[in-house]
């Protein structure tokens, strides 16, 4: 009688030391010859098949560690940099408006968080427009600066002087613009640029150590390369004088249009050059003894955009309102009209009523086409609607804000009213 449970059949111990010696435990168990050989090539089988199951496991991590580089790798190349440019100016926080004075005798510099700088000459004047991710716009009053601009893929900047564009890429050059005389100069060192023209059809494309050089009084240009000097036909001439000026192709009406006379203008009476050197007054007490309606209706577009900025920085909000009016009324496809209407929204900001503010706030936005302060339009939309309590709207401005500005002046206000909203 075995010593086994009663009632259980006896166990298989040749099958048990095979499991056995199969999974380890024990040595190769004593068998018949003829068996040997079965249980051997079962435990080689057993191995080759544990072994694969290792090596199909390690080849899958590899396989998913190496898909997670290359998609990490390729997500960052693709990935865009949403956070906004800063700048500092003579190493300090900008001044609120991105407005610039460069003192008498000094010249301002303005550095970038990607490295581009603009230098500005002394007494040299004029405003960061719109800081984005890509680049900046500026518009140059007046005086002269010097730009270095560090190459990216798909930068954008725009530097603006008077009526004239100068779209840039990675490239160093050196801008003036004299309001006083109508003339302006870009001197290409590096790089490539196109420069939209009053003068001109297409935009001129420049290259490295071309210099062009404009005058609107005599209605000239003339692009210059060495000892070459290009004019608006495309005919290459030779040029003692680097400073020679070329007629454009273009020829003036031969007939006066009909209608009535207009009123004699005058032309850059200095109010800009007074505006560069905060002379506010002076140009105000000129335009008082003018009679201020009179100069709005005669003074020509850089006199009438230094009468509307004086007026403002001298809180004189009635006669900037006028003049601002008045130079997108006589100067509609003016570079400065969009912003006139910018400008306009800010003014009527303080009204007991936001609707003018809101209306011209929604012009700017329509006619800014290439993105000039449209993140500032929306910032000042956003807070007037929510000083309303239309907070609907004010909501649905918070989120275009945040898209298209996420790291901008307004950024915090606008997530705090969307998490007010719940959302």
């Not at 725009?158 to 009526?163: L, S, T, V, Y």
């Not at 006066?256 to 207009?262: D, F, H, R, Y």
């Amino acid at each position: 009688m075995s010593a086994d449970s009663p009632g259980q059949p006896p166990p298989n111990r040749t099958a048990q030391r095979v499991a056995d010696f199969l999974s380890g435990k024990a040595g190769a168990p004593a068998l018949p010859s003829g068996e040997k050989g079965f249980v051997q090539r079962l435990a080689r089988d057993r191995r080759i098949q544990r072994n694969g199951r290792r090596l199909a496991a390690g080849f899958a991590i590899v396989s998913v560690l190496l898909l997670a580089g290359i998609l990490g790798h390729v997500l960052r190349g693709r990935a865009p940099t949403d956070a906004a440019l800063t700048y500092r100016v003579n190493d300090q926080d900008p001044s609120s408006g991105g407005y610039l004075l460069a003192p008498q005798t000094e010249a301002s510099l303005l550095v970038f968080s990607d490295g581009s700088k603009v230098q500005m000459a002394a007494r040299a004047h004029g405003r960061v427009v719109e800081v984005g991710s890509r680049g900046a716009r500026f518009a140059l009053d007046a005086g002269q600066a010097s730009v270095d601009i560090v190459p990216r893929p798909r930068a954008q900047w725009i530097f603006d002087a008077g009526p004239f564009r100068v779209t840039v890429h990675g490239t160093s050059f050196t801008l003036a613009w004299n309001p006083v005389d109508s003339v302006f100069e870009v001197r290409l060192a590096s790089g490539a640029i196109s420069v939209a023209s009053p003068v001109a059809g297409p935009e001129i494309q420049m290259r490295a150590g071309q210099t062009l050089k404009v005058s609107l009084r005599d209605q000239s240009s003339t692009l210059s390369t060495g000892a070459t000097a290009v004019v608006g036909t495309g005919q290459e001439t030779s040029s003692p004088d680097e400073g020679a000026t070329a007629r454009p192709s273009f020829q003036p009406p031969r007939t006066a249009p009909s209608g009535p006379a207009e009123a004699p203008r005058w032309s850059h009476r200095g109010w800009m050059n007074a505006l560069a050197e905060n002379r506010w007054s002076d140009i105000l007490a000129d335009a008082d003894r003018r009679g201020t309606i009179s100069a709005m209706d005669r003074a020509d577009s850089e006199d009438l955009w230094a009468l509307a900025n004086a007026a403002r920085y001298a809180g004189r909000d009635a006669v900037a309102t006028q003049a601002l009016n008045a130079h997108r009324r006589r100067f509609p496809t003016s570079p400065r009209s969009p912003e006139a209407a910018f400008l306009l929204g800010c003014l009527h900001d303080r009204d007991p009523d936001p609707t003018e503010a809101l209306r011209w706030y929604d012009r700017y936005l329509v006619e800014a086409k290439d993105g000039l302060g449209i993140a500032d339009a929306l910032g000042r939309m956003m807070t007037l609607l929510d000083r309303w309590h239309r907070r609907a709207e004010a909501l649905a401005v918070a989120r275009e804000y945040l898209r298209r500005s996420p790291r901008g002046t307004y950024a915090n206000a606008a997530r705090a009213l969307v998490r007010s909203a719940g959302q």
